[in-house]
């Protein structure tokens, strides 16, 4: 069974850090990028950060130098440093496995991250 599960959202102040995490299970993630989408009210669902099976990162230009992704091949998790967050970081942070071959694609469920003072 496919499973894509995201942890740890929550509520910070701004300026504050939080870490996400993701577990995918069920497929062979190591065959897939593995990232971070974000979807904000009345917003498209846009990415926020993804690293390939080979360890290249993209990362959206609003989070570079503030977010960190990071893969565990042998655990088949992927994770989100989040450092110096901002109230526009607020979102429904959502995982994504991809494989690019074939455009297999499998979606968490969603974690909400709120910024807020």
Not at 2 to 18: A, D, I, K, M, W
Not at 60 to 71: C, E, L, N, P, T
Not at 72 to 100: H, I, P, W
Request: with cysteine.
């Amino acid at each position: 069974q496919v499973r894509v599960v995201e942890s740890g959202g929550g509520l910070v102040q701004p300026g504050g850090s939080l870490r996400l995490d993701c577990a995918a299970s069920g497929f062979d993630s190591t065959l897939f990028r593995l990232g971070w989408y974000r979807h904000q009210p009345l917003w498209q669902r846009e990415l926020v950060a993804d690293m390939n099976s080979h360890n290249t990162s993209r990362y959206a230009d609003s989070v570079k130098g503030r977010f960190f992704i990071s893969r565990d091949y042998t655990k088949g998790t992927v994770s989100l440093q989040m450092n110096n967050l901002r109230a526009e970081d607020t979102a429904v942070y959502y995982c994504n496995a991809f494989r690019e071959r074939d455009a297999e694609s499998y979606w968490g469920h969603g974690t909400q991250v709120t910024v807020s003072s």
